[in-house]
T-cell receptor
Framework: AQTVTQSQPEMSVQEAETVTLSCTYD???????LFWYKQPPSRQMILVIRQEAYKQQNATENRFSVNFQKAAKSFSLKISDSQLGDTAMYFCAFSPPYNDYKLSFGAGTTVTVRA | DVKVTQSSRYLVKRTGEKVFLECVQD?????MFWYRQDPGLGLRLIYF???????EKGDIPEGYSVSREKKERFSLILESASTNQTSMYLC????????????FGPGTRLTVT
């Protein structure tokens, strides 16, 4: 399995502020996919955002955006204008290009949004 | 919307018992997965299936087996439960395409005493 590292176990942010979650990975592949998944307390995990490695443009989904640095093997998630509903555990994940079953996850970062 | 359901949210079993965890998806997905989630370790793949009756080992298959007799249903079996299998178990499904999204069930928190 590929190695995916999330170095921040927990983060706290004030409502309406911005928080950035870090993720690094290790691979020898040139093309692959990166994901951020969100797991709210006692709720199902859902996909937040996806990045294809061959696309230079950083992916954006509403208040969520990524900073993809391919050479540095870094894939950070920025949550802008944080809302109470953003409180969740966030997982960074890596998928090789040839199929989607080998999804390797990081350890997760718990984000708490304070009112 | 894709729906992935798991048979139990919470389960308590005794050491040595045979345990069945069931997962059903309603979107005709080819791929189905079983993960276990532990604090500080993220999600680790136990087994996956890319077609009916087809299965492949993931990263931590020891102590587990799986069954996929119908496309929509994927079962995880603990032949003889042990305390180190106490964990959260997540099922997921996806279309068989590169870079595709995985859809997760709500999870089963299994405690083995």
């Amino acid at each position: 399995a590929q190695t995916v590292t999330q170095s921040q176990p927990e983060m706290s942010v004030q409502e309406a502020e911005t928080v950035t979650l870090s993720c690094t990975y290790d691979t020898s592949e040139n093309n692959y996919y990166l994901f951020w998944y969100k797991q709210p307390p006692s709720r199902q995990m859902i996909l937040v955002i996806r990045q294809e490695a061959y696309k230079q443009q950083n992916a954006t989904e509403n208040r969520f955006s990524v900073n993809f640095q391919k050479a540095a093997k870094s894939f950070s998630l920025k949550i802008s204008d944080s809302q109470l509903g953003d409180t969740a555990m966030y997982f960074c994940a890596f998928s090789p290009p040839y199929n989607d079953y080998k999804l390797s996850f990081g350890a997760g970062t718990t984000v708490t949004v304070r009112a | 919307d894709v729906k992935v359901t798991q048979s139990s949210r919470y389960l308590v079993k005794r050491t040595g018992e045979k345990v069945f965890l069931e997962c059903v998806q309603d979107m005709d997905h080819e791929n189905m997965f079983w993960y276990r989630q532990d604090p500080g370790l993220g999600l680790r793949l136990i087994y996956f299936s890319y077609d009916v009756k087809m299965k492949e080992k993931g990263d931590i298959p020891e102590g587990y087996s799986v069954s996929r007799e119908k496309k929509e249903r994927f079962s995880l079996i603990l032949e003889s439960a042990s305390t180190n299998q106490t964990s959260m178990y997540l099922c997921a499904s996806s279309l068989g395409q590169s870079g595709g999204e995985q859809y997760f069930g709500p999870g089963t928190r299994l405690t083995v005493t």
